[in-house]
């Protein structure tokens, strides 16, 4: 009886022993996290589809409000991420906008693999996005021009540039030019296609070609640079606009800040590749808030067409 008295007394920890109040004990209920189960249980009274969390005041927005806003904070006007078909949709008059090369699909040409392969990589990304590629090309009304429109869309493989994303925006580009319209591209873009190596790169060639031709004849296009415009799609057709517009606090640039710094070994300075701060430096045009998109883009061509007949009249 003395022996089991005491091997209780020693242990301290006996769960069944409810009256135990060792001090032990204390800091053992204090590991069993309860900020997370909070934290959990008030996720899930969150609808998932209905609120959206704004990434730069953290403001709960409601979704419906937030589409009607354009995928603009109705808090702090942040610009989150807008898909192709709702920016088409925010730009061109309803049922104008006659989409080309709707069905064009990549082909795994280097039979690439990595973690995964590049055809099960795309099949995944349809399925995903309901998009065939990262860019919609078609011809369409914005107020009272027609207007060649690409819209790239960064949900589709980081809005990566392959030869599908590149042959579209080439016969979008070549269409204009045949048809005497002006263009218009919305970019967003991590750059050129991995997965397609070299066949990526060359895009930058061929659509900037094009769009040499489209310039030839006096045809105005207008590149509107959207978060984030980086790498092969910025050397190529984002800037070779003949007026380059940026929505506010896009990230655009050709390298990443990271690699920029590890190879100057210098300071960036503050506001280094955004909107704003290629604004100061003479990179873009005009920074236009995504509410005010199409108004600016009717003035524009407005503008543009206006001087273009006057050219040829002159001519
Ligand atoms: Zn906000």
């Known amino acids: 009886m003395a022996t089991t008295t005491f091997v209780k007394k020693t242990l301290g920890l006996n769960k069944t022993e409810g009256t135990n109040k060792s001090p032990i004990l204390k800091p053992e209920s204090t590991f069993k996290k309860p900020k997370l189960g909070v934290s959990q249980s008030r996720k899930k009274d969150i609808p998932e589809g209905v609120w959206t969390k704004c990434p730069k005041c953290s403001a709960m927005l409601y979704d419906k409000e937030l589409d009607e806003n354009l995928k603009v904070c109705y808090h702090c006007h942040f610009h989150l991420p807008i898909t ?27 039979q690439f693999t990595g973690v995964t392969s590049y055809v099960s990589k795309l099949e995944a990304y349809q399925n995903s996005t309901g998009l065939k590629d990262a ?25 990566s540039m392959g030869s599908v994303v590149g042959e579209k925006l080439t016969r979008l580009i070549e269409t204009a030019t045949d ?19 070299m066949f990526s790169l060359m895009q930058m060639a061929k659509t900037s070609a094009a769009l040499a031709y489209h310039a030839k004849k006096k045809l105005p296009y207008i590149s509107v640079l959207t978060h984030p415009t980086t790498a092969g799609v910025m050397a190529s057709f984002a800037t070779l606009g003949d007026l380059i517009i940026a929505e506010p606090g896009a990230m655009i640039g050709f390298a990443g800040p990271r690699v920029i710094k590890d190879t100057t070994q210098a300071e960036l300075p503050p506001g280094f590749q955004t909107a704003e701060f290629l604004l100061d430096h003479g990179l873009i045009d005009a920074i236009v808030p995504r509410k005010e998109l199409k108004e600016k883009l009717g003035f524009y061509l407005d503008f543009m067409s206006q001087s273009q007949s006057q050219d040829t009249a002159v001519a």
Do not use: N, Q, W
């Open 135 to 159: 860019v919609i090309t078609g011809v369409g009304k914005l107020g009272r021009h027609r207007l060649a429109l690409g819209v790239m869309d960064f949900t589709f493989l980081g809005g």
């Open 179 to 197: 048809k005497g319209l002006p263009l218009a591209i919305i970019c967003t873009s991590g750059g050129a296609r991995m997965y397609e190596g």
């Open 84 to 110: 192709a078909r709702e920016r088409i949709h925010s730009l061109v008059e309803t049922c104008s906008f006659e989409e080309m090369d709707a069905s064009m699909t990549s082909v795994d040409i280097l």
